[in-house]
């Protein structure tokens, strides 16, 4: 197939080019004379495909990165015809986004692990920001996305981003015809289009502002949905379509019928800036559209918040508001059992994040029968019986340090046991010297004891104690086991 640009008629041969995408109005080709260009070609091209596009290539929007070699709006940079008499305007030629991956991806714990594991929350924020920024030139030049979602915004590991599907917005020409975006994710819908036919709606920037404090709500919570919540009412909890009409928000500073997510961060986690602007959208935007944040607002209050991130001492890849006291992220990991999902390098770099948590619980044992039961029984060493409630503490505290004095100083256990072998006998030779008017044996005949003969006979006793302990040490320790 032989294509002709619109801008110069070069003519484009894609019978051999490599298909790279597809959709449901047509597929994406590379374009083999320029790896930095992408072709999307319609199934079924239709008159009102060739207005539209006439439209966005004559007027394009302002790209914030283009002087730095990126195109945050993937819009056409010309249009393809075919070649004859009867040329027609079958698809067009776009900036070409290689080594990305959805938005999905970064506010998806799981998969930022997976695609991203070094992502911080700073580059959640940039990567916010960014898409605010990508959205604030097309308000200005009167276009909106209208099907605004997590499927077309892509991001890189640098949290550059790009808005693609680019021919699905809605576009008003210069003579105001306006092609309408005739699609919509409903997470994603305000709540004043909820439920409408948007084929036929003229959608406003305001639409967009909702589906934009959606994104950013995610990128910032961990994934979760503003609107996602537990149910404290009676029935069956209402779908997020119908808590984003009646604006239950669960966050909403008045109480509801809605509490967060038990999983979810705590909403106090974002900048106090950003809470606020989430409040604007949700609960006074709710019926008063005007009310929202608009894309400039969002970029210039994500600037602060990521100006004031502090770096946790413990884990330098978390960051945490200067708002708070301590690091949230490591008060997370241990709620989640030790899965932590801003894992420090050394453990992107060994592999460690991505092993499971340790389980929670252990599995319980087989059931055993009589006879393993009789068996175990007799096989378990007979527990002694305690004669004192805290002796059983006392020896656990006593044991260990004696065997360690005895690993590792053998001299001074010896010098222990002959001390106290001496002080024993010593001590019953000088009682019954006192008790006794004359002894005859043992060591030698004594009669008439007195207080120093006693004291004498203690000091041999020690002599004596101290030879029979290390006698008995000695063959203790050679003595084969």
């Not at 290539?57 to 790209?63: A, H, I, M, Q």
């Amino acid at each position: 197939m032989q294509l002709q640009r619109h801008s110069n008629q070069s003519i484009l041969n894609f019978e051999n080019s490599q298909q790279i995408g597809s959709g449901g109005e047509g597929a994406i080709y590379a374009v083999a004379p320029d790896a930095r260009l992408a072709a999307k070609i319609y199934h079924k091209p239709t008159p009102e495909h060739e207005k539209k596009l006439l439209a966005m290539f004559r007027n394009p929007p302002e790209d914030p990165m283009r002087s730095h070699g990126h195109a945050s709006i993937a819009w056409p940079v010309d249009l393809l015809r075919t070649t004859g008499e009867r040329s027609r305007v079958v698809g067009f030629l776009m900036p070409r986004v290689p080594d990305m991956f959805s938005v999905i991806d970064l506010f998806v714990p799981k998969s930022r692990l997976e695609k991203c594991p070094l992502f911080t929350y700073q580059y959640l924020h940039r990567a916010a920001r960014n898409i605010a920024a990508a959205l604030a030139p097309l308000h200005a030049r009167g276009y909106v996305v209208g099907d605004i979602n997590e499927s077309n915004i892509l991001v890189s590991t640098s949290a550059l981003v790009s808005l693609v599907d680019t021919d699905s917005f809605q576009v008003r020409d210069s003579n105001g015809a306006v092609f309408r975006c005739s699609v919509g994710k409903a997470e994603f819908t305000p709540p004043e289009l909820q439920g409408k036919s948007l084929r036929d709606v003229d959608r406003v920037p305001a639409h967009d502002l909702f589906g934009l404090a959606v994104l950013v709500f995610q990128l910032l919570m961990e994934g979760t949905h503003p609107f996602a919540g537990q149910y404290q009412g009676a029935g069956d909890p209402p779908s997020i379509v119908s808590r984003i009409q009646q604006g239950s928000f669960p966050y909403s500073a008045a109480p509801g019928q809605y509490i967060p997510p038990p999983i979810a961060p705590d909403i106090t986690m974002p900048d106090p800036g950003i809470l606020d602007l989430f409040r604007r959208c949700f609960e006074h935007g709710h019926t008063s559209p005007g009310k929202r944040p608009t894309a400039t607002e969002w970029q210039e209050a994500l600037d602060r918040a990521e100006a004031r991130l502090k770096r946790c001492r413990r884990n330098t890849q978390h960051r945490y508001g200067g708002h708070l006291k301590s690091c949230p992220w490591c008060a997370r990991a241990e709620l989640l059992g030790g899965r932590d999902y801003y894992p420090s390098q050394r453990s992107v770099q060994g592999g460690v994040h991505l092993a499971p948590p340790p389980p929670k619980q252990t599995a319980l044992p087989p059931v055993q029968t009589t006879a393993a039961r009789t068996a175990v029984k007799r096989a378990a060493p007979r527990a002694r019986r305690k004669s004192k409630r805290g002796q059983g503490r006392i020896a656990a505290w006593f044991g260990p340090k004696w065997n360690s004095l005895v690993r590792s100083h053998p001299i001074a256990h010896v010098s222990i046991c002959a001390a106290a072998g001496a002080v024993f006998l010593g001590g019953i030779r000088f009682a019954l010297g006192q008790t006794v008017a004359s002894m005859h044996g043992w060591i030698s005949p004594v009669s008439g004891l007195n207080h120093r003969a006693a004291v004498g006979l203690g000091v041999a006793s020690l002599v004596i104690g101290s030879a029979g302990s290390a006698g008995a040490w000695y063959a203790l320790r050679t003595r084969r086991p």
